[in-house]
């Protein structure tokens, strides 16, 4: 089993036995459109598209860069730009690691270097999780530009099983960074109104 499908199938147990209803703590309505969706994104990405013989389409992978980059728009810190700047250098920086191929979990490890990349943007975290999504696709591209020039042909792949897994490695390692940010601050102003 794919790592970024076990996490998604967890992240689904979760929910369905309540663990998660802390973060879906206003509106339950929430939790089961989070359910639905994580469910939609395993489902998809069980049937990539072969949409030419040169060219296979992760649709979870599309799916999940298109939902971060349309919460980026809604946002009111418009971080798009920058978001998807740093997960254009992001995937640059997960194509060289990928050469160098460390022996460690690959979709951990790029998914890592994909939350890493987007750590500067936690202020918008809007645009922090569109980098750390936008880097592992844009991996790809690079590496089918990079079979390109070398070799003269490639079948280039939008959204590899081993990018689809880094992409969700990279939201969870993003998602769990803003909720530590998120206690921090809390704990920050707990602690001032304790001590006036």
């Known amino acids: 089993m794919q790592l970024g499908v076990l996490l998604l199938v967890c992240a689904v147990i979760m929910i369905v036995f309540g663990v998660l209803d802390n973060v879906f703590q206003p509106s339950k309505r929430h939790k089961w459109v989070v359910f639905w969706a994580l469910c939609i994104l395993i489902a998809a990405n069980a049937h990539p598209i072969q949409a030419m013989t040169e060219l296979r389409v992760n649709v979870a992978s599309v799916v999940l860069l298109f939902t971060s980059f ?31 191929s460390l022996g460690v979990e690959p979709g951990l490890f790029y998914g890592a270097a994909a939350a890493a990349i987007a ?49 969700i490695v990279g939201l969870a390692f993003v998602l769990l960074t803003l909720v530590l940010v998120r206690i921090r601050r809390s704990r920050r102003t707990s602690d001032g109104m304790t001590k006036a």
Do not use: H
């Open 119 to 167: 750590l500067p943007l936690i202020g918008s975290p809007q645009a922090a999780v569109l980098a750390a999504v936008f880097a592992p696709l844009a991996a790809d591209c690079v590496s089918s530009v990079a079979d390109i020039i070398y070799c003269g042909y490639t079948v280039a792949e939008v959204g590899s099983s081993l990018m689809f897994d880094a992409q």
């Open 70 to 100: 349309a919460l980026c728009l809604r946002s009111p810190q418009k971080g798009v730009l920058l978001g998807l700047i740093l997960g254009a250098v992001g995937g640059f920086a997960i194509y060289v690691l990928k050469l160098v």
